[in-house]
């Protein structure tokens, strides 16, 4: 942030600079960062600072690049200037300044982005996708006041995020100083609550980082190419978070442990609640409604009807009844006159008329006389 009349003498005498792979196109902001670091004696304090060095890792194209570095040469606020309808990444580079590298943080630590808002149109419009977030923060979190930024999750497994502003203001409500936001929020001025804090996000990060990654989007204006829009940075912690107590030395070899110190006294137990009324009993059940009842079993077809007997065969015709036995004949009459015919029998319903009586025997012939004995 030392502006371009500085950059050829501030790059001749930086470590850092001097030693790194990276293009020396960056911006390069001093004394960015603090950390408080208790000392192993566990009784004295060392300030860390370190710098950050901002650098594009793919295409830039700003629409004025004289804004870059500082806002208006001044305030606490990094500026970056990008022209509308370009999108770019770039790396932010915690630096020890003494020795020359990379700085990694001992604590976690907050990042902010300021004035995310759109052209008075709607265009063009600006965004930050960073990945590697631990949390985020919009000013509905941070104070209560509904935040115009739209947030978008690219990946909560890896801590993605997309940041994109939904409504149009000018720079008016750029913030000039840390002072006028990192403070109270009875101390906040009515314009900071209602124009500056809404168009705000931080980003939240884990601690043991070198820096991280975001990538910057603007949409196309109306008149393409014809415009840009700046964002705003800056960094916070709050003090407790900037302080890291390391574990204390181990003892000379020999030396009795110290003894242990006294536990603080225990607080006195908690009056146990008052029991609660037993609940009343629920209301008893409706009985439940009977089930429908199953329809009737289909009707067995009717049985078959029994096969007919055979018809039974008239009865046989009883035998005619057998005639009367014959009186034994009478002695054959001299008259061949037929006996009349035998009654009918009375047994016999419709007698059959009787057979005819034989005639009587003829007489036996009468043998011839003997000749007379021969003399």
């Known amino acids: 942030g030392l502006g371009p009349l500085h950059n050829e003498s501030f790059v001749a005498k930086s470590k850092f600079l001097q030693t790194t792979e990276l293009s020396r196109q960056g911006v390069y902001y001093a004394n960015i960062g603090l950390e408080i670091v208790r000392n192993n004696d566990n009784a004295t304090d060392t300030e860390i600072f370190f710098d950050l060095y901002v650098v594009n890792r793919s295409e830039y194209v700003a629409n004025e690049i004289a804004r870059n570095g500082k806002r208006a040469e001044v305030g606490d606020f990094g500026v970056i200037n990008l022209a509308d309808n370009q999108l770019c ?11 020359g590298t990379r700085y990694r943080t001992s604590q976690p630590f907050s990042f902010y982005f300021f004035d995310l808002d759109t052209g008075e149109d709607g265009f063009p419009t600006e965004s930050v996708d960073v990945c590697g977030l631990k949390s985020y923060d919009t000013s509905e979190d941070l104070y209560g006041i509904s935040t115009t930024v739209l947030v978008q999750t690219i990946s909560a497994s890896f801590g993605c995020y997309k940041f994109t502003a939904t409504e149009p203001f000018g720079g008016k409500n750029n913030p000039g100083f ?28 884990p601690g043991g980082r070198t820096g991280f990654t975001a990538s910057y989007s603007i949409t196309a204006a109306s008149a393409v190419g014809q415009s840009g829009r700046n964002v705003l940075f800056a960094g916070f912690s709050q003090e407790a978070s900037v302080s890291f107590i390391p574990c204390p030395p181990n003892p000379p070899p020999g030396s009795p442990p110290p003894p242990p110190s006294p536990p603080p006294p225990l607080p006195p137990p908690p009056s146990p609640p008052p029991v609660p009324p037993p609940p009343s009993p629920p209301p008893p059940s409706p009985p439940p409604d009977p089930p429908p009842p199953s329809p009737p079993p289909p009707s067995p077809p009717p049985p078959s009807p029994p096969p007919l007997p055979p018809p039974v065969p008239p ?10 036995p014959s009186p034994p004949p009478p002695p054959p009459p001299m008259s061949p006159e037929p006996s009349p015919p035998p009654p009918p029998s009375p047994l016999s319903p419709d007698p059959s008329p009787p057979p005819p009586i034989p005639p009587p025997p003829s007489p036996p012939p ?10």
């Open 315 to 324: 009865p046989p015709s009883p035998p005619p009844p057998s005639p009367p």
């Open 178 to 205: 840390a002072s006028e936001i990192f403070v109270g929020f009875i101390d906040l001025a009515e314009y900071t609550k209602n124009s500056v804090l809404p168009f705000l996000v931080a980003m939240n990060f």
């Open 89 to 99: 990444t770039f790396e932010f580079i915690f630096v020890d300044r003494e020795a």
């Open 366 to 375: 009468s043998p011839p006389p003997s000749p007379p004995p021969s003399s």
